[in-house]
């Protein structure tokens, strides 16, 4: 378990539009703006009110709760929660527990930021949606089922790329780990120095060790980070939780249940958007060990692509009931799937999850299973302080980031330039001059005054050529001040995209320890609907 007696603090903190960072799709942003467009698409609003209709309306049967709960303690048997976690667990056995869940493929040590961010996020909404009467227990979803090993087999740590090597198919939970000593070897390297790095390289070592599974280790990994918060981590790959929701599996396999009702929502929503998953005529999987396969209609029966046949529909439905382990709901089914196996009533997810959960409002109505309320989870950009304070140096401000790189580096050396670049007024006077000459050649000829308006046009696009030669000067004469711009605008967009997308929590971890999570917790509010701006000192 990574302990820590480290201190942080977070010395400035700024909340922006999201709009004004102008990295959020139009249907995301309307809905946070609860637009009436988007009413139909979902049951409850994402605010206070559709957070507390939500929980005041989810009904959960009791059988299909002592099936989760069986499950949860089955899949903990080689683990040992945090008392937090226990109690939690304890809770979800009892009638009237909720949960808020949120999910993430199985990326090596948690992947992005964003994946951090999104837990505590359903953290925070569920101890504050939880009362004595309905507790709410926060829930972490493995997507364990994935099976685009590329996505998760590496981590971006100080911007270097650490990289688990394989080429294995299939599910990605199923892949047992080997060769970490090397990967672990390349992490603690990337990491470099601080006053936490041998908590974080410890817990490394404890949970991605040889010989266990992708899912066991990202379990144990979530745990250390987050346990003491009581999240529950779930696995759906689970026989006994598939075998529960076999019969809408049946469903979908014979009536193609996820087309008929998204073709009818992306219908509807492509009058303003466009739509964000695809949808098959068949959105189930076929699981067999290294295979993950999809299933297509053929003839009179079925089969899975370079993977088993069923010559007819019963054939297919009695191995849906012997083994629905062998069953795997796609990303427009899957969400279905956890509503019917969770008593839940949140779910925190990215921009892109938002867009195709809005397309599935149909489908939990045919179903007969709740939508809960679609929260956007947090976005949010970290910064030490030291590049706080170069920033503040170089006359920015923190909102100033999100504007285009040419043109902050254009301010900074104009701003900073030891002559200047601005032609204004130059051009007030030029237009004066143009202006006088333009009525005097009227009074003598006004067959003239055209040819003067073209001579101002081409004096003003001089001056125009002349003010960007200006800038480039000014440029190279703040060389050095625009290399720091530069590395501070690296360390907000590694790569040309967002801090939360690329690189992970370990190298903040390393220098301010595990009370960094206690802050994010407090600083990152859902219900806020803004990005947030942290500048963390210590």
């Known amino acids: 378990m990574i302990v820590s007696n480290g201190s942080v603090s977070v010395s400035?903190?700024?909340?922006?539009?999201?709009?004004?960072?102008?990295?959020?799709?139009?249907?995301?942003l309307d809905h946070l703006a609860d637009d009436l467009f988007l009413k139909d698409f979902r049951t409850h609003p994402f605010d206070r009110q559709g957070l507390e209709a939500a929980a005041a309306a989810r009904a959960f049967p009791e059988e299909r709760r002592a099936v989760l709960f069986d499950a949860l303690e089955r899949q903990y048997l080689n683990s040992d929660p945090h008392p937090a976690v226990r109690a939690n667990l304890d809770l979800l056995a009892r009638p009237g527990t909720l949960t808020v869940t949120t999910g993430h493929q199985l990326c090596l040590f948690t992947g992005p930021l964003y994946v951090p961010f999104k837990i505590l996020n359903a953290v925070r909404l569920a101890r504050e949606l939880s009362t004595v009467e309905r507790p709410v227990v926060p829930v972490f979803w493995m997507a364990t089922e994935d099976h685009d090993r590329a996505e998760i087999d590496h981590a971006w740590l100080n911007g270097h790329k650490v990289h688990w090597p394989g080429d294995t198919e299939g599910a990605v939970g199923h892949l047992y780990l080997h060769g970490m000593a090397a990967v672990l070897d390349a992490a603690?390297?990337?990491?470099?120095?601080?006053?936490?790095?041998?908590?974080?390289?410890?817990?490394?070592?404890?949970?991605?060790?040889?010989?266990?599974?992708?899912?066991?280790?990202?379990?144990?990994?979530?745990?250390?980070?987050?346990?003491?918060?009581?999240?529950?981590?779930?696995?759906?790959?689970?026989?006994?939780l598939k075998a529960q929701f076999a019969p809408i599996l049946q469903e979908e396999l014979l009536n193609s249940i996820t087309e008929r009702t998204v073709r009818?929502?992306?219908?509807?929503?492509?009058?303003?958007?466009?739509?964000?998953?695809h949808v098959r005529p068949i959105n189930v999987f076929h699981l067999l060990e290294g295979k993950r396969e999809r299933i297509v209609a053929e003839d009179s029966g079925y089969r899975a692509l370079e993977g088993p046949s069923w010559p007819t529909p019963d054939t297919l439905m009695d191995e849906v009931v012997a083994h629905p382990e062998r069953f795997s709901p796609n990303v427009l089914l899957r969400p279905v799937y956890q509503e019917f196996v969770l008593p839940n009533i949140a779910m925190v997810g990215g921009g892109g999850e938002i867009a195709y959960w809005l397309q599935l409002r149909w489908l939990f109505q045919a179903v007969q299973v709740p939508m809960p309320v679609l929260v956007l989870r947090t976005s949010a950009l970290l910064l030490g302080a030291r590049d706080a304070h170069r920033l503040l140096d170089l006359g920015l401000d923190l909102s100033d980031l999100f504007a285009p790189l040419d043109d902050l580096r254009s301010r900074v050396a104009k701003d900073t330039a030891s002559f200047r670049t601005d032609l204004a007024d130059e051009r007030s006077r030029l237009n004066e001059l143009f202006e006088t000459l333009a009525q005097r050649v009227k009074d003598a000829d006004p067959t003239l005054e055209a040819s003067v308006r073209g001579e101002a046009q081409k004096a003003a696009k001089g001056l125009d050529h002349l003010e960007q030669k200006l800038i480039r000067a000014a440029k190279r004469e703040q060389e050095q001040m625009l290399q720091r711009l530069d590395r501070i605008h690296a360390h907000a967009f590694p790569e040309g995209v967002l801090q939360e997308r690329r690189e992970n929590i370990l190298p903040w971890l390393v220098r301010h320890g595990t009370p960094l999570l206690d802050h994010l917790l407090a600083g990152l509010d859902p219900l806020e609907k803004r990005f947030s701006v942290l500048v963390l000192d210590q």
């Open 12 to 28: 400035r903190r700024v909340a922006l539009d999201l709009a004004a960072t102008h990295r959020f799709e139009p249907i995301v």
């Open 188 to 240: 603690r390297a990337a990491l470099g120095q601080g006053p936490h790095v041998q908590e974080v390289e410890d817990a490394l070592r404890n949970c991605y060790r040889d010989g266990v599974t992708l899912a066991q280790a990202t379990r144990d990994f979530v745990h250390h980070l987050f346990g003491r918060f009581g999240v529950v981590v779930i696995d759906g790959d689970d026989a006994a």
């Open 264 to 277: 009818y929502a992306n219908d509807k929503l492509s009058v303003r958007y466009h739509t964000q998953a």
